[in-house]
């Protein structure tokens, strides 16, 4: 989405395009592409310099268990961890993004070409919740207030003003299916927010149709997002299918 945008906007986009999580497709909408692993910082350094690049946007997402799983870091990004004293997604990128800085590429606003698909206050479908979910949702914002404040993840799962699941690497969908088998078939609420200081620039707070095919399995009614910091990935599937799951996706302030 962000690539579309940027070259309906007239841009000619540079992408450095991660393997294990881009799709194929993107060598369709690329004015010019490159292949990077998820360790190779010194390549997309490279990349950049030869292209003349100044400025970048980050897009997409790479699941934050990957830090451990699947990267192999070259020797710049080896160097960049060693000195980290926490390796939380804030610290990390936070420091990648200080190297870009470094060698002169400015790092923007992950949302710039994709404001339409942030969430709105209210409800962003035709469903509304419920008095019991909006009582869900209040409790769940505290909840995911703190945890978010400690970088440790963005969503919490509620059922009748108790936590359930608290999401940490796994990610939303998983956190989903886990509350749902704790609870026994009872309404369950996701709530997922931005963190209290988020860096737009990265780990924007991201939901997409799946979720909603997590929540339609789970009997979770309602999706509380962060409106205006949360991202919602193919909005008008999203919002279609969850309008026919009987879903509510309600953006709070």
């Not at 007239?10 to 060598?27: N, S, T, Y």
């Not at 309404?187 to 979720?211: E, S, W």
């Not at 997002?225 to 996706?249: N, Q, S």
Request: aromatic share 4%.
């Amino acid at each position: 989405m962000a690539l579309e945008a940027a070259r309906a906007e007239g841009r000619a986009m540079v992408v450095a395009a991660i393997k294990e999580e881009a799709l194929p497709e993107i060598e369709q909408a690329a004015d010019e592409l490159h292949w990077i692993s998820l360790g190779d910082l010194s390549k997309l350094i490279r990349i950049f310099r030869d292209a003349g690049v100044s400025q970048a946007v980050m897009a997409g997402r790479v699941q934050h268990v990957k830090i451990y799983s699947a990267i192999r870091p070259d020797w710049r990004l080896l160097k960049l961890l060693s000195a980290l004293r926490r390796r939380n997604t804030d610290s990390l990128l936070g420091a990648v993004a200080q190297v870009l800085a470094d060698e002169g590429v400015e790092l923007l606003d992950s949302t710039l070409f994709l404001r339409p698909y942030l969430a709105q206050a209210g409800a962003n479908g035709r469903r509304k919740p419920s008095s019991d979910d909006l009582a869900d949702v209040e409790y769940g914002r505290e909840v995911a207030a703190a945890v978010a404040g400690f970088d440790i993840g963005q969503s919490v799962a509620i059922c009748e003003r108790a936590c359930v699941a608290v999401e940490a690497m796994e990610g939303t969908d998983a956190v989903i299916l886990r509350a749902a088998e704790l609870v026994n078939g009872r309404r369950l609420t996701i709530v997922k927010r931005a963190k209290p200081n988020q860096d737009m620039r990265f780990d924007v707070p991201v939901i997409g149709p799946t979720t909603i095919r997590k929540m339609q399995k789970a009997n979770a009614r309602t999706l509380a997002v962060e409106a205006r910091k949360t991202l919602l990935i193919d909005r008008e599937d999203l919002l279609r299918e969850a309008d026919a799951a009987g879903v509510a996706v309600w953006g709070f302030e």
